[in-house]
T-cell receptor, first 117, second 113 residues
Framework: ETGVTQTPRHLVMGMTNKKSLKCEQHLGHNAMYWYKQSAKKPLELMFV???????ENNSVPSRFSPECPNSSHLFLHLHTLQPEDSALYLC????????????????FGPGTRLLVL | TQLLEQSPQFLSIQEGENLTVYCNSSSVFSSLQWYRQEPGEGPVLLVTVVTGGEVKKLKRLTFQFGDARKDSSLHITAAQPGDTGLYLCAGAKFRGGADGLTFGKGTHLIIQP
């Protein structure tokens, strides 16, 4: 138990569906992240939220839409996905250090296994 | 793009043997982290190394950060079946504020009893 929970754990959706992934962290951290993990590829950073403000969008298609209503919750809204979007979606959180002295320890949730048909 | 190359990609050895996993890059990182991931779960942090040349030990696991902060190694002594899993290295960039990590592809390790 890392203090980061994700729901649902598994999701099957059609290409025309709209769904949302939810992440909650109970660690009091002020930064949250979405990563995508596909077979035979490194973990890919998708989005970074720093104090609820999005600070990085790593060239992610607009069919993925993140939302961070507060520092404990992070959502990933999905619509009109493609089969190649099937992957494990991981949420992580961290506590920012002093500027210039970043020693980022990120704590990951268990992930949502997504299958797009 | 900062890339981390991990080797080997796959490793299957007998219980009791020693092994080393490597993580190399042409880029410098402010810190480097090692995670272990089991099927159906997210990565779990094993260690963070920050200082060039740093060596950290976690029971039978020894982690080293290269002097130039571009590479790292993980050495396991007397491997046990419980060590089986996907080992990931990840580097943090030099930047103020929150930042994501750059991950290697991972090393799939199987320890056979």
């Amino acid at each position: 138990e890392t203090g980061v929970t994700q729901t649902p754990r598994h999701l099957v959706m059609g290409m025309t569906n709209k769904k949302s992934l939810k992440c909650e962290q109970h660690l009091g951290h002020n930064a949250m992240y979405w990563y995508k993990q596909s077979a035979k590829k490194p973990l890919e950073l998708m989005f970074v939220y720093n104090f609820k403000e999005q600070t990085e969008n790593n060239s992610v298609p607009s069919r993925f839409s993140p939302e961070c209503p507060n520092s404990s919750h992070l959502f990933l809204h999905l619509h009109t996905l493609q089969p190649e979007d099937s992957a494990l979606y991981l949420c992580a959180s961290s506590q920012l250090g002093l500027a210039g002295l970043i020693q980022e320890t990120q704590y990951f949730g268990p992930g949502t296994r997504l299958l797009v048909l | 793009t900062q890339l981390l190359e991990q080797s080997p990609q796959f490793l299957s050895i007998q219980e009791g043997e020693n092994l080393t996993v490597y993580c190399n890059s042409s880029s410098v990182f402010s810190s480097l982290q090692w995670y272990r991931q089991e099927p159906g779960e997210g990565p779990v942090l094993l260690v963070t190394v920050v200082t060039g040349g740093e060596v950290k030990k976690l029971k039978r696991l020894t982690f080293q950060f290269g002097d130039a902060r571009k590479d790292s190694s993980l050495h396991i002594t007397a491997a046990q079946p419980g060590d089986t899993g996907l080992y990931l290295c990840a580097g943090a960039k030099f930047r103020g504020g929150a930042d994501g990590l750059t991950f290697g592809k991972g090393t799939h390790l199987i320890i056979q009893p």
